[in-house]
């Protein structure tokens, strides 16, 4: 009974961030529904007048989309590869972060692949990806892996949540009729008995370990879609790797800045604590030094055996990119690496602004990566026309990536509005392990 | 002869194809290589023989009906999948006769009705080295028997055909752009926005042709099939007054500039032709004949319009020349 009454106990703790909103918040959803509106404008634009209106030409087919596909797609992919990890191993202290990364995961891997859809010619031709696909194109290994993580995602996601919508069916008398609907249809007849909750454990470890491997699928064939093509600064046999790393790093750095501004605006200090902050700040350690080290590799093989064409590219960012080039490979590594190497440096804002600095210097060698290698091919570019020479973003390309973002944040927002951020059913399970083996760490 | 299946019904048009490449050099090399054919021309009833040169310098008595008898025919995005049968279609630029007249470039364009800037063929300035001798590059799609676009295409929007020839069809193209990225040659262009001649539709579209051209789809240089199916040159060769341009067959090992009909083998192997960027293994259609001997000294080409000599502005030669209050 005294489960009862602490899953009781619980919900009332948590409901009010579902129920109530203050008027910061409100504050914040019509300025993000505001920012998303001017995407749309954008997007209206461009559907109408065709995609001269972005700053991408014949030799810079590929722009700041790209990189935001990129960027968004990598970021679910670590995010399911982390939470699949926690899961699997059960690590200590996942509870109070989990439910952050498997939202992160699924919300980015929702909003990818719009930025796909933006560049493509014909939208109104996309079906023909399954009238006539060819399986020889990368591409299409690619739409194959994403819709399977999607799903694959979801699945879990959503095998997570099970358990919180049972105890919220069964612990809110007083809400609203259609969200008690909602949570009892969500629930699926879970009613946490032992046999229940054992097959729903087995089923979410499983699901943990496919989610893995789907991710690590889906990184190399993205990567892959890079360096297959004959292109001096993509065709590289370590890029499906590199975007493993860059993608954790990035992913890593979401989390952290997630966990910063979830504890502050929510005052959930007793679960988001700062051993969590210290935790994600030395594997944020790891992994930026793993992705130093990979940057390194990468341009030092190029620089060394200075191929005509790798020489003119490393020209190209070493002169038009050279401030670009030192933030995105010098600052946004070596500046995290410093903060979160020495432990006194380690604090809460520390590791979180280690952790914005990361993800500006990673979205940067993403530019980086992709732009300057298609301003410099292997014939040179004998032009005069400025913007087939030089890619520079337009407001229409800079408003939907800023709707991506928004869009994030937004969803994020609503679906804390539906679910407590902190599993509930991970705090009882905390909370029964613990009786049973009352010498462990109390530790979430 | 072979192609027996193509002989009967609507094929009929492609019937002369088999020796489509042999009456083109009969229209522009007139009657010392080939006796009895006006391309074309010929409406004659099936039995009547006409007699041709072949390459090895033997003359055949053919058909009257393997002779073209539709060149105005449409192909459609279906047939044009195809290739034109027992072709292998080549190109083979000689270097040392360009002078940048840029006429190749102006014939294409009308051609296929592109815009000003919007250039199939483009002509590049190059200089390989500092001390290198820089020389004018007319630059075509290659045609690559490894077509690296083709491979990455996801729709099968662009494809290879028997005859060699690397085409797109643009109302299966989707825009993706992924042939743009992987094309080491920047041979593809994109049609951004709309424009008002994409409308006309008073020409049905053609894979062959590239006309009307359609918003967010991808083209490029296409050998002009609708010319050889009627036994003629490609645009930028007919155009070109140096001769500079060869076109032909492999399979029948000839290649002509409209003045002049060679060997092909024998071509490439006295004047050292050569394949640009043979090392990526696209194993391109288009040779070069390195820029020996040449008829005319670089500077000949300099003498365009300011706007397009502006694109040639970063070539060591060309700053050089400006230095030297030149150009």
């Known amino acids: 009974m005294d489960v009862i009454k602490r899953k009781k106990e619980l919900v009332q703790e948590f409901s009010p961030m579902l129920e109530k909103s203050t008027k910061t918040s409100k504050v914040w959803i019509a300025f993000l529904v505001g920012v998303i509106l001017v995407g749309l404008v954008a997007f209206v634009i461009q559907v109408v007048k065709g995609h001269i209106v972005t700053g991408m030409r014949d030799n810079v087919v590929w722009g700041i989309y790209i990189i935001n596909f990129i960027f968004f797609v990598c970021l679910s992919y670590s995010g399911a590869f982390i939470s699949g990890i926690l899961h699997f191993f059960k690590t200590p202290w996942k509870n109070s972060v989990s439910r952050i990364v498997e939202i992160i995961t699924v919300l980015s891997l929702i909003i990818g692949p719009i930025f796909i859809l933006l560049c493509i010619g014909r939208l109104d031709r996309l079906y023909y990806l399954f009238l006539y696909p060819r399986i020889q194109s990368p591409i299409t290994w690619d739409i194959i892996a994403i819709m399977t993580d999607l799903l694959g995602c979801f699945i879990y996601l959503y095998l997570t949540f099970i358990p919180d919508f049972a105890m919220l069916r069964d612990n809110s008398e007083n809400a609203p009729k259609w969200r008690q609907k909602l949570y009892k249809t969500l629930a699926i007849k879970y009613y946490d008995t032992p046999t229940q909750r054992e097959t729903l454990h087995k089923i979410t470890r499983t699901m943990s370990v496919m989610v893995i491997a789907l991710a690590i699928v889906a990184y190399s064939v993205l990567a892959w879609i890079f360096s297959l093509t004959l292109q001096p600064g993509w065709n590289s046999s370590i890029f499906a790797p590199y975007f493993i790393i860059a993608g954790l790093y990035s992913g890593v750095s979401v989390i952290i800045i997630a966990m910063y501004l979830i504890r502050k605006f929510y005052h959930l200090d007793h679960y988001i604590r700062k051993v969590h902050f210290m935790g994600a700040g030395v594997i944020l350690l790891i992994i930026s030094l793993l992705f130093g080290y990979f940057t390194f590799s990468e341009y030092f093989s190029r620089w060394f055996s200075h191929k005509i064409e790798d020489v003119k590219l490393l020209d190209t960012l070493f002169n038009r990119y050279f401030w670009n080039f030192i933030f995105a490979n010098y600052i946004g590594v070596l500046v995290p690496v410093v903060i979160l190497f020495f432990k006194k440096f380690r604090t809460i804002k520390s590791v979180t602004f280690a952790a914005v600095i990361a993800i500006l210097g990673l979205y940067m060698n993403r530019y980086l990566i992709v732009v300057p290698t298609l301003e410099s091919p292997y014939m040179p570019i004998q032009d005069t026309r400025p913007e087939y020479i030089q890619y520079t973003a337009t407001w229409i390309e800079w408003a939907l990536s800023f709707a991506g973002i928004a869009a994030f944040i937004l969803f994020f927002i609503l679906i804390m509005k539906l679910v407590p951020i902190i599993p509930m059913s991970g705090i009882i399970d905390h909370e029964r392990e613990q009786k049973r083996k009352p010498h462990l760490s109390n530790n979430h | 002869m072979a192609n027996k299946k193509t002989e009967n019904g609507s094929e009929n048009r492609r019937n002369f194809l088999r020796l489509g490449l042999m009456s083109s050099v009969s229209a522009v090399a007139g009657a010392s290589l080939i006796s009895n054919l006006a391309t074309g021309e010929e409406k004659k009833a099936s039995g009547e023989k006409v007699r041709v040169l072949t390459p090895d310098g033997k003359m055949v008595e053919v058909d009257a009906e393997s002779i073209n008898n539709y060149p105005e025919a449409v192909i459609t995005p279906e047939e044009s999948r195809k290739g034109i049968p027992d072709k292998k ?92 990225t992987s094309c080491p040659y920047s041979a593809r262009t994109f049609n951004w926005g709309h424009k008002e001649k994409f409308d006309d539709k008073s020409q049905p579209y053609s894979p ?120």
Not at chain 2, 125 to 130: A, G, I, K
Not at chain 2, 290 to 305: H, T
Request: charged letters at 30%; one cysteine or more.
């Open chain 2, 89 to 180: 279609f080549v190109m083979v630029i000689d270097l040392s006769k360009c002078k940048n007249a840029r006429k190749c470039v102006e014939g294409c364009q009308k051609a296929h009705k592109l815009d000003d800037h919007q250039e199939f063929m483009k002509v590049q300035l190059m200089q390989n080295n500092e001390e290198g001798s820089p020389y004018w590059l007319p630059k075509p799609c290659f045609h690559c028997d490894e077509p690296p676009c083709v491979t990455v295409c996801p729709t099968g929007a662009t494809f290879k055909r028997d005859d060699g020839i690397v085409l797109i069809d643009n109302e299966r193209c989707i825009g993706c752009k992924f042939c743009i």
């Open chain 2, 208 to 327: 062959e042709t590239q006309v009307p051209a359609a918003e967010g789809t991808v083209m490029k240089c296409d050998f002009c099939p609708d010319m050889l199916r009627q036994g003629k040159l490609p645009y930028c060769a007919s155009s070109c007054p140096m001769g500079v341009i060869y076109f032909g067959d492999k399979n029948e090992d000839i290649v002509t500039n409209g003045t002049e009909t060679v060997s092909f083998s024998q071509l490439i192997k006295d004047r050292g032709g050569y394949r640009h960027l043979e090392h990526l293994g696209t194993k391109p259609n288009v040779y070069y004949l390195p820029a020996v001997n040449r008829q005319f000294p670089v500077e000949r080409g300099f003498d365009v319009d300011e706007e397009i000599l502006d694109r040639y502005k970063d070539v060591p030669i060309v700053k050089e020349f400006k230095e030297q209050g030149k150009l």
